[in-house]
């Protein structure tokens, strides 16, 4: 069977299984897993770029994706009346005054000479620093979060259109991974693993903890789409009429045309994003980074800036976790910052990358589908299979209640079992790269 | 002034949680150093293990109730930790057989390892919150205090109380007994020996007749030990609950890197110095400073650095520093 086959009939058999999902559970279901396929399939292109042309581990994917999500809200909810007076500017000058503190510290350090002066300028530099920040941030903050707290008490947004945040996700993702970046690239492969988790943590515990930026855990609900809303198609007598004409009652069909509609958005940023990939891949860039990722050493010998080589690629494979993360929050119309898990927001991923195929874009997007699919349908297959198991216990037995109620827990089972799976028999992954 | 008031305010809020805290820390990077100079990766299944093994304790536990069976004033879970220790090391050991040992015959690349230590920790993960569930689980049980705020405030008249839990009281001197079996046997027993010369030089150890699949094996079965120790006295200070565990992976983490990995000294040395500056960086530092200081500059808010939350910013931060100014961490650790 030659590559092509190859490839050809594994995309075949997870959309079969996608369709079949369609035609024996419903189709509201297919549609989800599509759509969030789609998104998975985006993230898994970031992290290969990141993993598969650069060798760069990095486990923060979570990270990226929820800025992604906070960029929804910063570019397309409406400006909250008032914050910005209250207590907006101040609070971004007080990023201003931490952000200046930052790179004073980093200039004294690189100015002077090593010695006691240069520990004594660093250390005051730093503590009047974080005072003069506190000093100016707290009261913002509180006079911000002040406003309307049941319903608001944050800054709000930009008022834009909400496509328009998906490249914002992008562009915040690709500011905070510079940053990063700037800072952990150096580092060797397990200690930029652990400095990435850390960080990815700690953007979850900012947009936890920071009401005035996207409300914290209260969550930012009812956020803007780009498609029609449900209820508006309902109401209108030319939808309802044609839906009817194709024989389904207008919930239902009002529901899957949304969907529909999410489906082809995101499918043609998932086409512009591999052919980009692509292209990247097959251009000399893309060999030079193959080049550096199998031997840096050598690399660099001819020449090649290793680190900022790195810090690009970075950059780029976290803008587009951003963009996939922005799509996703668009897609819930809703950010949670409560439910971001790194199982299921980098360790997922990551089990999308290496069982797709690590260096293949192809492989990377047929992961994030594939592994998509099982992690949905795993849990009703588990609940089958435990009901199967448990057929001949008595009714109302503790046991057979444990395994039923159990069963949800199934898929990081089933997860690690296909991770394990694949890195033993198959290395390279479904689709191995050329 | 009131130094005295302060003195025991502090301990109370501060030292004594963070000795417990960094107690923990430390038995947990311990057996993350382990693994890595021993074979050679980052095991991000470590937490998971010792959510495994504390899950195994908390169920040997509610049998042991269940059967009367109690340790007058100590918790019943230290009954239960050798059983506990024995499931984990049987669990590991079949991991190692089953999964990581293919790796290192292959000669696998650590990155390599660390990725099948991912798929790892999903089944590890999925076991736990498949027998026990997700949920918070109490299993802590006997006398709560070795000594009561009210107790203490009766025996000294001092205005501030301290207390100390007896699970605090435990944790410290569990630690120490398990830290001092551990540096007894790396240095004093033939099979300790051999395994640090492998960690030091695997080719030189081969050359001179060390079984390496030996070592290996030495090795799990101590970082099990260690492991399900750690876990055990968390989830008795806290609370056994399985997610928290996979969190405490990046304090373990950072201590072992802020000590240097490889180095079982730094290790430990890593865990006390992120549990005091998460506990002092994350503190509310008014009650204390209103003692000490004069009254004229008695602070008017609450002199709290960072909110609670940022508490994994802070191991965070540390590690950064460390990396930066001291690659190889406070111990000279040893890099792959």
């Not at chain 1, 980098?346 to 195929?357: A, D, E, K, R, Y």
């Not at chain 2, 937490?47 to 304790?57: C, E, K, R, S, V």
């Not at chain 2, 007896?166 to 099979?191: P, S």
């Amino acid at each position: 069977m030659s590559d092509t086959t190859r490839t050809a009939a594994l995309f075949g058999l997870v959309f079969a299984m996608i369709a079949l999902t369609g035609f024996m559970q419903s189709w509201n279901v297919a549609l989800f897993i599509l759509n969030m396929g789609l998104i998975s399939a985006i993230m898994a292109l970031g992290v290969n770029l990141q993993w598969g042309f650069a060798g760069l581990f990095n486990v923060g994917v979570m990270g990226f994706v929820a800025l992604g999500g906070l960029a929804v809200v910063l570019t397309s909810a409406a400006p909250v009346e008032g914050a910005w007076s209250a207590g907006g500017w101040r609070i971004v000058i007080a990023l201003l005054a931490g952000a200046g503190t930052i790179v004073g510290t980093v200039m004294v350090r690189q100015r002077m000479a090593k010695g006691r002066a240069r520990t004594i300028a660093t250390l005051s530099i730093l503590v009047v620093g974080f005072f003069l920040y506190r000093g100016i941030f707290d009261p913002a903050v509180e006079a911000v979060e002040a406003i309307n707290p049941a319903l608001q008490g944050n800054l709000g947004g930009l008022n834009l259109p909400v496509l328009l945040a998906w490249p914002m996700g992008g562009l915040l993702a690709a500011g905070v991974a510079w940053l990063i970046g700037k800072t952990a690239l150096g580092l060797r492969s397990d200690y930029l693993a652990i400095a990435t988790l850390g960080i990815a943590e700690i953007i979850i515990a900012v947009m936890k903890n920071e009401d005035w930026l996207a409300r914290g855990v209260k969550n930012m609900v009812g956020l803007d789409r780009p498609v029609p809303y449900e209820i508006d198609l309902q109401n209108t007598s030319s939808f309802v009429n044609r839906a009817e004409g194709l024989g389904l009652d207008p919930a239902t069909a009002s529901s899957l045309f949304v969907k529909l509609n999410y489906s082809m958005l995101f499918t043609v940023v998932l086409v512009i994003i591999f052919v980009m990939a692509q292209l990247a891949l097959k251009s000399p860039w893309g060999r030079m980074m193959r080049a550096i990722r199998d031997n840096e050493v050598a690399a660099e010998a001819m020449g090649k800036d290793v680190t900022n080589r790195h810090l690009q690629i970075f950059v780029l494979g976290s803008a587009v976790c951003g963009i996939a993360g922005a799509m996703m929050t668009t897609l819930d119309g809703q950010l949670t910052p409560g439910t971001y898990q790194p199982l299921r927001y980098t360790f997922l991923i990551w089990v999308m990358v290496i069982v797709g195929g690590s260096g293949n874009n192809l492989g990377a997007v047929l992961g994030g589908f594939l592994i998509w699919f099982l992690w949905v349908q795993v849990e009703p297959m588990g609940l089958w299979l435990m009901e199967m198991i448990t057929v001949g216990m008595p009714e109302g037995s503790g046991l057979k209640k444990h395994l039923i109620d159990s069963a949800a827990h199934m898929r990081l089972l089933t997860m690690g079992v296909i991770l394990l799976l694949v890195l033993r028999f198959s290395p390279r992954g479904l689709i191995p790269e050329k | 002034m009131d130094l005295f008031n302060a003195l025991v305010a502090l301990s109370n809020f501060v030292i004594i949680p963070a000795i417990a805290y960094g107690s923990q820390l430390a038995l947990g990077a311990l057996g993350v150093t382990l693994i890595y100079g021993i074979l050679r990766f980052s095991n991000f299944a470590h937490g998971d293990t010792m959510a495994f093994g504390a899950m195994l304790a908390v169920l040997i536990t509610w049998l042991l109730q269940s059967m009367g069976v109690s340790f007058g004033p100590l918790p019943t879970a230290l009954l239960a930790l050798p059983f506990a220790i024995l499931g984990t090391m049987a669990l590991v050991l079949l991991t190692d057989r089953v999964v990581y040992r293919f790796y290192r015959e292959q000669k696998a690349k650590p990155v390599i390892l660390v990725i099948v230590s991912m798929g790892v920790m999903f089944i590890m993960n999925g076991l736990v919150r498949f027998i026990i569930g997700p949920n918070d689980q109490r299993f802590s049980d006997g006398e709560r205090f070795i000594i009561s705020v009210r107790e203490f405030k009766a025996l000294t008249g001092l205005k501030e109380g301290l207390a100390i839990k007896t699970t605090q009281g435990i944790t410290v001197v569990v630690a120490i007994i398990c830290v001092a079996l551990l540096f007894w046997f790396l240095n004093r027993t033939r099979t300790g020996k051999s395994m640090r010369a492998y960690s030091d030089n695997e080719d030189l150890a081969l050359l001179s007749g060390i079984n390496p699949e030996r070592v290996v094996m030495y090795t799990w079965l101590i970082v099990a030990a260690l492991a399900t120790t750690a876990g055990v006295l968390y989830g008795l200070d806290k609370s056994f609950k399985p997610f928290v565990y996979f969190q405490l992976l990046l304090p373990i983490f950072a201590s072992a890197i802020v000590g240097g990995l490889g180095s079982p000294l730094g290790a430990i040395a890593g865990g006390f110095v992120i549990a005091f500056s998460e506990v002092t960086i994350t503190y509310a530092w008014k009650k204390v400073l209103k003692y000490a200081m004069p009254e004229s500059l008695e602070p008017s808010s609450l002199v709290q650095l960072l909110s609670t939350d940022y508490k994994f910013a802070v191991s965070f931060v540390i590690l950064i520093v460390v990396l930066l100014f001291k690659p190889t961490g406070l111990f000279k650790g040893k890099s792959v």
